[in-house]
Nanobody, 124 residues
Framework: QVQLVESGGGLVQAGGSLRLSCTVSGSTFSANAMGWYRQAPGKQRELVAAIHSDGSLNYVDSVKGRFTISRDNAKNTVYLQMNSLKPEDTAVYYC??????????????????WGQGTQVTVSS
């Protein structure tokens, strides 16, 4: 069974840094697109950053220049380095991964998985 296990959230003062990690377990295949979403109280979940299998990156405008997404394909792990954190970054952060499956060596379909969420709180 495929699971996404997150770690690295916590409480930090404004201007501080945190690093989130998310590892895909239960799959022998590397995930395709991997990303981080966040959801603040009373707000919709939004994409924060994504990294695709070809290495291309996407960031929401509000984190550009402060957050960096990266991945280690050998470990099937995605990271989110968050610097210069602001109180408005406070949210539950969710890892997302698109994991391919194969039948008899042929691509079958991709499944979308979510982590359990990790709280990031930035105090002013």
């Amino acid at each position: 069974q495929v699971q996404l296990v997150e770690s690295g959230g916590g409480l930090v003062q404004a201007g501080g840094s945190l690093r989130l990690s998310c590892t895909v377990s239960g799959s022998t295949f590397s995930a395709n697109a991997m990303g981080w979403y966040r959801q603040a109280p009373g707000k919709q979940r939004e994409l924060v950053a994504a990294i695709h299998s070809d290495g291309s990156l996407n960031y929401v405008d509000s984190v550009k220049g402060r957050f960096t997404i990266s991945r280690d394909n050998a470990k099937n792990t995605v990271y989110l380095q968050m610097n210069s954190l602001k109180p408005e970054d406070t949210a539950v952060y969710y890892c997302n991964a698109d994991v391919p499956t194969y039948l008899s060596g042929t691509f079958y379909r991709e499944y979308d998985y979510w982590g359990q969420g990790t709280q990031v709180t930035v105090s002013s």
